[in-house]
């Protein structure tokens, strides 16, 4: 194993122990490793780093900014070990944060879904996936925190579900509606009569008994959405867009019944799992209905524009 190669290893091992994954950071880090070596580096200087992290030519610069960034984390570390090492400026890609424009779900969107996942072929899929559909559209959870959960995680008596593993390694609390509790309760019976012996813990499975996988998931919701007419060549729903829908109505609930947005928006942001409040402003500008209440608020506290 080369110098660069362990310093590498080294490395993701110290941050690993503090939380870390670094999944995608290692595969980087290990491909800059490479690339040092290959120029006959060794240790990292400013314009091999720019270079590595501008490849390959034809991405988007928010692909180039993450590679410098990882570059940057690990010449940090290295020049503790080798004065000689330089970290490059932040500033060469800059990072330009952008969001895909959601799919806003009517309340029929969502029927409508549920129902075709209900016409699924086979009967543990069929169940699976309307139970799923209807958890992420009433819950607003995370694809992979639902497909995470196991059935120790969901606590239909007390309508309460663990998740474990949400964002950032943080462990969060989301209560069930009564009607959401009985739903699932219906589900886990079909399942446990149609797989008296799973493959796993998982609390959604798959017709093998095994957890439902998320690329199966994103395929069968495409699916759904192309032949009810919503998926066009224009509009491409995502199973993200569930989780906006009901941040977005429950802004839209607390402006018409007119309580301070500002008060309850920490509640909100917990629920969803929002690190900060800020993240969950953002859907104040996802809706015309609710930039449109809001206008209308500002109109009745101020007596009209002027």
Request: charged fraction near 25%; include cysteine; hydrophobic fraction near 40%.
């Amino acid at each position: 194993m080369s110098r660069l190669q362990t310093h590498v290893d080294e490395y993701l091992r110290l941050r690993r122990a503090l939380g870390f994954k670094l999944k995608e950071e290692g595969r980087l880090l290990v491909q800059l490793a490479a690339y040092l070596e290959a120029a006959g580096a060794e240790t990292i200087s400013t314009e091999l780093a720019v270079r590595w992290a501008g490849l390959p030519a034809r991405v988007h610069p928010n692909h180039r900014s993450k590679r410098l960034r990882v570059a940057r984390g690990f010449a940090a570390y290295l020049r503790t070990l080798d004065p000689r090492t330089e970290i490059p400026p932040s500033d060469i890609f800059p990072h330009r944060r952008q969001r895909a424009t959601p799919y806003l779900f009517s309340e029929q969107d969502i029927r409508r879904l549920m129902a075709e996942a209900r016409r699924l072929r086979h009967p543990m899929r069929a169940a699976s996936y309307e139970a799923l559909f209807g958890l992420l559209a009433v819950s607003g959870m995370r694809i992979g925190e639902a497909l995470g959960l196991e059935r120790e995680d969901v606590d239909l008596d007390a309508g309460l579900i663990t998740i474990r593993k949400a964002k950032g390694d943080r462990e969060r609390l989301v209560p069930l509606h009564p009607t959401s509790s009985e739903a699932l309760r219906r589900y886990a019976a079909t399942r446990d009569r149609l797989c008296p012996t799973p493959r796993s813990d998982a609390f959604f499975l798959s017709s093998a008994g095994t957890p439902v996988l998320a690329v199966g998931l994103r395929a069968t919701f495409r699916e759904i959405m192309t032949r009810i007419g919503v998926r066009t060549e224009a509009v491409h729903p995502r199973i993200h867009d569930l989780r906006h829908r009901l941040a977005v109505q429950t802004l839209i609930d607390w402006q018409r019944s007119g309580v301070n947005i500002d008060e309850r928006m920490p509640t909100l942001s917990t629920y969803l799992g929002h690190v900060s409040p800020s993240d969950t402003y953002w859907y104040l500008s996802a809706s015309p209905e609710l930039m449109a209440l809001a206008a209308e608020r500002l109109a009745d506290r101020f007596g009209g524009v002027r």
